[in-house]
Every structure is written in structure tokens, then in C-alpha cells.
């Protein structure tokens, strides 16, 4: 093979690995913007808005360590880029090898001191981040809240208020609300990126998380650890109110159950079926606790823990198999017939 030849070679050689290297860099960059699962009522959640401390502090340290990386991506592209250019074969130039240097202290040194100097400091600011993250007692003046991690939903008690609810948290804009997370089967991580960092629910162990938003609205987020089939559709909503929107809808869920007279047929076919085993609707049945507390079904936008937006035709489709938005759901088809799911139906589309 002529020298020519051999040249030609190397250089589609080098140019596809400048190609393929480029590639798997976009590729590695694209995670950054995956879309979370696409549903009706599912919002992305994201890490970019922040709206809370400890999320801006999270935010801050993310972006200081995506800055470090791309001026290293910049740094070896621009030399490599550079070193391609410059050494290429020159027409006229038969030697098939540029000249072979080895070794150079000041460089080896350079690119060893560097890396190590880059470790040191985010380790130290890593450090300093999570002892300010890592609080066990309640700050003065915060609101407390019980979160129990269930396959697949969250039970939510508020301290000093004698309601429990679930999958959708309400919080008041700028107080600290203090979690205290709990797990009553497996694992899972309570997860709002625009609020706060994740932290794992543990079985037989109380974890705590905190928050503190600065601006009222609906923030999502999700169970992050792998819990089980339904781990997906295990979605948190948090709905940052006004202080005194916060305490009217408090007030609100701490009333018994509506009993409106029109559905009394509605309520006599739940209390007269399995469903009391398993769901407390305060003021009518408290002994069921397996299930979501139902007794203000209706103020939440969605439900099985974000699986479909809450409305009388979902709940009927629900009731009749739950595992027609969620399967293998905790709770079981409980074969009603269609009658009397659509008086069970009616009936709890008046638990407001
Ligand atoms: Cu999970």
C-alpha cells in the first residue's frame, strides 16, 4: 500500500472520531433535557426553576459545576480541534508519523494538580451545602408535616391540625415546612426539584426534609427510588398557597364529610362494601386506613398519586379497575356491578 494511501486512511480515521466523539458528547447532553412521562395531568417537573431554598442553593452549586465542565469541554475540544489542524499531513510531507515526543514535567504536573484542585473545592462546597441542608429539629416557626410513604402514594398529616390527605401537599409561601418522612412498606425518596433536594423515606427510620417557597403556585415532583411496578405513577404535587388560602383550605379538610341527602344510596353501597375496610371518610366510616383518606376526595386535582385527573368518569373507571390507570394498584377490582359503581361514584363526587 503506497504512502498516500495510508495517509488517506488515517485521516478518515481521525475525522470519524472527532465525529463520533461530538456525537456521544450531544448525546450525554440530551439526558439533561429527557421529558418526564407525558399524561394529562402530569407537569415536567424541573431542576431549572427554583423557587425555594434549599432548591436555589442545589440550583447554584449545579450550575457552578456545569460551568467547570464545559470550560474543561472547551479547553480539550479547542485543543483537539487545534491539534488536528496543525499536525494534519502537509501536502509534500512523506514521513507517515509526526515527530514523537515523550514526557514533560510541567504539563504532567498541570494536569494532575488541576483535577485535584477542581476535587477539592466542590468536595469542600458539597460539604458546606449539606450540613446547611441537614436539619433534624423543626426551625422556629415552621409547619410540620408527616409524610408516609405507601405503594404507590403518600399520606400526608399535618401537625396541629387534625386531617389526614394525600398525594397533594398544600403549604403556605414563605414558612419552612418541616417533613418528617416515614415509609410504611419500601423505600421511596420524596422529590419536588423547584423545592428542595430528594430524601429517601426508609422503613423503620424517620428521615427529614425542609423547604421554604418563596412564590405561591403548583410545583410537581415524583418518588425517586425504585419502589415497585407502580413506582411511575407515584407523583407528588405541591400547591404553595397564600397564608390565607393555606389556612381556608386547612379549615376546610379538617370538616367531617359532606352528607348530602340525594346520594344517601351512594353512601349506604360504600359503607356496605369493602371499601370501608380500607378507606376512612371522617364522620361516616374511620376504620379503614389501607387506602387514601377519602374524606375530601374532591379537593384533590388528581387521582392514584397523579395517575388521572380526578372526575366522576375516572373515579367510575377506577372503582371498576384500578388497574386500568395503575396496574397492580394496592387496591383490588372489587366487581360492583355497574349500578352500584355508579352510586358509589356519584356519591364521592360530593366529598368536596
Ligand atoms: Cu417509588
Not at 450550575?63 to 499536525?87: D, E, M
Not at 405507601?150 to 396541629?160: A, F, N, P, S, T
Not at 395517575?307 to 373507571?317: D, H
Request: charged content about 15%; aromatic content about 10%; overall charge negative.
Amino acid at each position: 500500500m503506497g504512502s498516500a494511501q495510508v495517509r488517506i486512511k488515517k485521516k478518515r480515521a481521525d475525522i470519524r472520531l472527532a465525529f463520533t466523539t461530538v456525537l456521544s458528547s450531544l448525546v450525554g447532553l440530551s439526558f439533561l433535557a429527557h421529558p418526564a412521562i407525558a399524561d394529562e395531568v402530569i407537569q415536567t417537573p424541573t431542576l431549572f426553576k427554583p423557587i425555594s431554598e434549599p432548591a436555589f442553593s442545589i440550583m447554584d452549586f449545579g450550575l457552578l459545576i456545569i460551568w467547570i465542565c464545559a470550560g474543561i469541554f472547551f479547553i480539550v475540544f479547542g485543543l483537539l480541534i487545534y491539534t488536528i489542524i496543525r499536525y494534519r499531513a502537509k501536502a509534500g510531507d512523506e514521513s507517515l508519523e509526526p515527530a514523537q515526543i515523550y514526557g514533560s514535567e510541567q504539563l504532567e504536573l498541570a494536569w494532575t494538580i488541576t483535577p485535584v484542585l477542581i476535587v477539592i473545592v466542590l468536595g469542600l462546597i458539597t460539604a458546606g451545602r449539606i450540613v446547611a441542608l441537614d436539619k433534624t429539629t423543626p426551625p422556629e416557626g415552621s409547619l410540620g408535616i408527616r409524610v408516609i410513604g405507601h405503594q404507590w402514594w403518600w399520606e400526608l398529616e399535618y401537625d396541629g391540625y387534625d386531617f389526614i390527605t394525600a398525594n397533594e401537599l398544600h403549604i403556605p409561601v414563605d414558612q419552612t415546612a418541616f417533613l418528617t418522612l416515614q415509609s410504611e412498606d419500601v423505600i421511596h425518596s420524596f422529590w419536588v426539584p423547584q423545592l428542595s433536594g430528594k430524601t429517601d423515606l426508609i422503613p423503620n427510620r424517620t428521615n427529614h426534609l425542609w423547604m421554604h417557597p418563596q412564590e405561591t403556585g403548583l410545583y410537581v415532583g415524583q418518588c425517586a427510588e425504585y419502589c415497585g411496578t407502580q413506582h411511575a405513577h407515584m407523583l407528588l404535587r405541591v400547591f404553595v398557597h397564600t397564608r390565607a388560602d393555606f389556612e381556608r383550605w386547612a379549615a376546610e379538610q379538617q370538616q367531617a364529610a359532606d352528607q348530602v341527602a340525594s346520594v344517601d344510596l351512594g353512601r349506604t353501597t360504600f359503607e356496605q362494601t369493602a371499601c370501608v375496610n380500607c378507606h376512612t371518610v371522617r364522620g361516616v366510616t374511620e376504620i379503614g386506613q389501607f387506602g387514601p383518606d377519602l374524606t375530601h376526595l374532591m379537593s384533590r386535582t388528581t387521582i392514584g398519586a397523579g395517575a388521572a385527573a380526578n372526575n366522576r368518569e375516572n373515579l367510575v373507571a377506577w372503582i371498576t379497575n384500578p388497574d386500568h390507570f395503575k396496574p397492580g394498584a394496592r387496591m383490588p377490582a372489587m366487581k360492583l356491578n355497574p349500578q352500584q359503581i355508579e352510586l358509589v361514584a356519584d356519591y364521592l363526587t360530593t366529598l368536596k
